[in-house]
């Protein structure tokens, strides 16, 4: 499952989106005024501003013949975006996260966070993180990597692949094949993987099936601050080695690997 092999960076990378996430307990200042010396802080990076209320979709509960709508208080989701729509700083009562959909490389991602997260511990003081996250979502594209001969088989490891990974399979004929995965990793992180190809929607005009493999790394614990830079590197780290370890030599060198 896991690659000993050497980090390098992909110039032809699949990843649709990057996220960073950094959970705490409630900080209601957040959510009751405008975070004013936040912004002036960030605003060299991330210009553009949107405060807006998101209402979570409402829960069916209750019994048989019972059944009632149980709908969840909204809040208060502060975001903050780049020129160039890329990057993404998003900030709630409960948390602060990244987003980036063009990924380069990790040095570049971190130092885009670098800024935003010292402003945020300076300026609102948690006492510590209660979960940090790291989540890659790769979309796998045999397409634009000029694999299109190729069956998936051929790209990933059997283990994410499923009755796929059969030498009779014809994948063509399979309109569901998905892995969800939830376990310990290293370095006393856990990792949720969904795997599986997906096929384009009805009327779509991207008629390619594509791959979708999504990893979602995270620590969680009381988390002090001053170790938040550490507990990033250690997801990181761990989200290299699975996915290295989930695909072959074919589709590494498609993807352009170089240091």
């Known amino acids: 499952m896991y690659s000993d092999k050497p980090r390098c960076r992909y110039g032809a990378n699949q990843l649709a989106e990057v996220i960073c ?44 013949g019972q059944f009632q709508l149980e709908h969840a208080p909204g809040s208060i989701n502060c975001q903050f975006v780049s020129a160039d729509d890329v990057w993404r700083i998003n900030l709630t009562s409960r948390f602060i996260s990244l987003t ?11 130092a885009h966070f670098d800024k935003p997260l010292a402003a945020f511990i300076q300026l609102y003081r948690p006492e510590y993180f209660q979960r940090i996250g790291l989540r890659y979502r790769n979309v796998i594209s045999r397409k634009a990597l000029g694999l299109e001969d190729k069956k ?26 998905i892995l ?3 376990m310990a990793g ?65 589709l590494h060198q498609a993807m352009k690997p170089k240091q």
């Open 152 to 177: 998936f088989s051929e790209l990933i490891l059997p283990c994410y692949l499923g009755p796929l990974a059969e030498p009779e399979a014809k994948e063509e004929t399979a309109s569901r094949c």
């Open 21 to 64: 996430q950094f959970y705490f307990p409630e900080i209601s200042s957040i959510a009751a005024e405008s975070p004013a010396a936040f912004m002036e802080a960030i605003r060299e990076q991330y210009p553009r501003f949107q405060r807006r209320m998101e209402i979570p979709v409402p829960k069916i509960v209750g019994k048989p």
């Open 100 to 110: 980036c959909s063009r990924y380069s490389c990790w040095e570049e991602f971190a």
């Open 180 to 182: 969800d995965l939830e």
């Open 186 to 250: 290293r370095g006393g992180c856990r990792l949720q993987i969904h795997a599986g190809p997906v096929r384009a929607k009805p009327g779509s005009a991207d008629r390619e099936t594509k791959f979708i493999f999504d990893q979602d790394f995270y620590i969680a614990g009381n988390i002090a601050p001053h170790l938040s830079a550490a507990a990033m590197n250690t997801l990181h780290n761990q989200a290299w080695s699975v996915f290295r370890g989930a695909i072959t030599d074919t």
